[in-house]
């Protein structure tokens, strides 16, 4: 089941790849240790996340769903495998020039807000474009406020924001510099459900409204439903999606992993949910 590839059903952005993914990892294993003491996070995944969709990827603790969004998102390295943002395959790539790449091509959103204390939100927006030395684009950047919806909040600094706020910012800046895909680790974890359903709307308009690419790491059934699609992973092994999931889908099929021991075949004996 690691050949599994989210499929691209609707329109999206200029950029991505020949097969319509804007990120792709081929055959990607990551072991991390050695001899006795090495754990396989991944296991020969393989799978393509569409260019201009909406993509949550699940699994039970230690499936190695956050180890793949960073292997994907060159935040780490493979040990065997391949990695893709568009056309670009990160392992030909030095140091300067992966740096350059996620700067100018990928954002991302994590847990942690990651705002700067002393900036403004007007500041920390704009700020990765103004450490890389690019001027904004003052059109995209006004319609992105827009967006978000903190117009009013511009001068305002972290401190004086609410968590759903401070993550909405965050998203802002994820975007500023109108990246390829976009890249959220569990963005909804230290808000409560209302900041946390705000924020994944503004998500899932960020992909329908403006034509970017998401690809988020969840444990909540709730949050992977406002995705397009969802991959499941067990064990470092890539073994079920689900196309227009809902919460009590996802919540069911989770449900499959403490219920059936992973073998290698999705849970159900089937190949991909829909």
Known sequence: MSGLTARHTGPGPAAGAEDGTAARVVDAAKVYGTGDA???ALDGVTVGFPAGRFTAIMGPSG????????CAAGLDSLSSGSAWIGGTELGTLGDRQLTLLRRERIGFVFQAFNLVPTLTVAENVTLPLDLAGRR????WIDALIDVVGLRDRLRHRPSELSGGQQQRVAVARALAGRPEVVFADEPTGNLDSRSGGEVLALLGRAVHD???TVVMVTHDPVAAAHADEVVFLADGRLVDMMTAPTAGRVLDRMKAF???AFDGRPAGGGGTSS
């Not at 499936?63 to 960073?70: A, D, I, P, Q, R």
Request: glycine share 10%.
């Open 63 to 70: 499936s190695g769903k956050s180890t793949l969004m960073h």
């Open 38 to 40: 090495a754990v396989r």
């Open 210 to 212: 403006m034509g970017r």
């Open 258 to 260: 403490d219920t059936k």
């Open 136 to 139: 904004p684009d003052a059109e």
